[in-house]
């Protein structure tokens, strides 16, 4: 059978690893093309071609606007219109103690976790304004909704895509153009198992902290995705979904 988005096409940036691999993974289950994204010409090439033929490399420094304006014009080019569906998700994390935190690594987070989805959904949000259609999904945190000590920079561009997310929404609801974001929790990866490993995150503690006992899979976000790029979603737009398990509705001991 067909699927929630057989015939579509999006782009996934920060796509070969993590989070954004297995959402770029679920858009080709689903029957969508998908443009494989990160900074590595290499590795888009690689979790390309494992993908499938549905599958196209575009590799960019999403730090530089112009790399991101790129992006999208050689996507269009790729689908010959502009993508049905944008997932912006490329972000980094910083850890730092507010006094600390250079100015340098403060301006780059928030060059990638925030001016970057500005530029890109500006970008393709004006060929789905012009087709009438499509949809913007935004990759937050839980962390743009509450605070965590030593992340200013990340808790500060997550906080910004949010009300980027409303404020696009809202304009551009009566336009055929939906906006929405995730906000997952502490999710298992390879990233945050190598944290783990370093003992700056206690799995153990975060499970008993989330009120569902576990932390997120790459899919739990992924299928949150589909969900709001999909025809499920089709008077959904605005909203924050929070996929963190229960932990920012917790506020108890």
Same mark, same amino acid.
């Given at each position: 059978?067909?699927?929630?988005?057989?015939?579509?096409?999006?782009?996934?940036?920060?796509? %070969?690893?993590?989070?954004?691999?297995?959402?770029?993974?679920?858009?080709?289950? +689903?029957?969508?093309?998908?443009?494989?994204?990160?900074?590595?010409?290499?590795?888009?090439? /690689?979790?390309?071609?494992?993908?499938?033929?549905?599958?196209?490399?575009?590799? @960019?420094?999403? %730090?530089?606007?112009?790399?991101?304006?790129?992006? @999208?014009?050689?996507? *269009?080019?790729?689908?010959?219109?502009?993508?049905?569906?944008?997932?912006?998700? *490329?972000?980094?994390?910083?850890?730092?103690?507010? +006094?600390?935190?250079? +100015?340098?690594?403060?301006?780059?987070?928030?060059?990638?976790?925030?001016?970057?989805?500005?530029?890109?959904?500006?970008?393709?949000?004006?060929?789905?304004?012009?087709?009438?259609?499509?949809?913007?999904?935004?990759?937050?945190?839980?962390?743009?909704?509450?605070? @965590?000590?030593?992340?200013?920079?990340?808790?500060?561009?997550?906080?910004?895509?949010?009300?980027?997310?409303?404020?696009?929404?809202?304009?551009? *609801?009566?336009?055929?153009?939906?906006?929405? *974001?995730?906000?997952?929790?502490?999710?298992?990866?390879?990233?945050?198992?190598?944290?783990?490993?370093?003992?700056?995150?206690?799995?153990?503690?975060?499970?008993?902290?989330?009120?569902?006992? /576990?932390?997120?899979?790459?899919?739990?976000?992924?299928?949150?995705?589909?969900?709001?790029?999909?025809?499920?979603?089709?008077?959904?737009?605005?909203?924050?979904?929070?996929?963190?398990?229960?932990?920012?509705?917790?506020?108890?001991?």
């Amino acid at each position: 059978m067909p699927g929630r988005l057989a015939g579509k096409t999006a782009i996934v940036t920060g796509s %070969t690893k993590g989070i954004g691999l297995e959402i770029a993974r679920a858009f080709v289950r +689903e029957g969508a093309r998908v443009v494989v994204n990160s900074r590595s010409a290499e590795d888009c090439a /690689r979790e390309a071609a494992a993908l499938g033929a549905a599958a196209h490399p575009i590799a @960019a420094d999403l %730090t530089q606007a112009d790399e991101a304006r790129r992006l @999208a014009r050689e996507a *269009a080019a790729r689908f010959g219109a502009a993508p049905d569906v944008l997932v912006n998700n *490329a972000g980094q994390p910083r850890v730092a103690p507010s +006094e600390s935190l250079a +100015e340098a690594d403060y301006r780059q987070t928030l060059d990638l976790n925030l001016t970057a989805y500005f530029v890109l959904s500006q970008e393709v949000g004006r060929g789905m304004l012009a087709r009438g259609s499509g949809a913007i999904v935004n990759v937050s945190s839980m962390f743009g909704s509450v605070a @965590a000590p030593q992340r200013l920079a990340y808790c500060v561009s997550k906080a910004a895509v949010n009300m980027m997310t409303k404020v696009m929404a809202i304009e551009w *609801a009566g336009r055929g153009v939906r906006v929405n *974001a995730v906000s997952p929790g502490y999710v298992e990866t390879e990233f945050t198992r190598g944290v783990a490993a370093r003992g700056q995150i206690d799995f153990g503690q975060v499970a008993r902290r989330t009120p569902m006992g /576990r932390l997120g899979a790459v899919d739990d976000v992924a299928e949150a995705v589909i969900f709001l790029a999909g025809p499920g979603a089709s008077f959904i737009t605005g909203e924050i979904l929070m996929v963190d398990g229960g932990w920012s509705s917790y506020g108890f001991m």
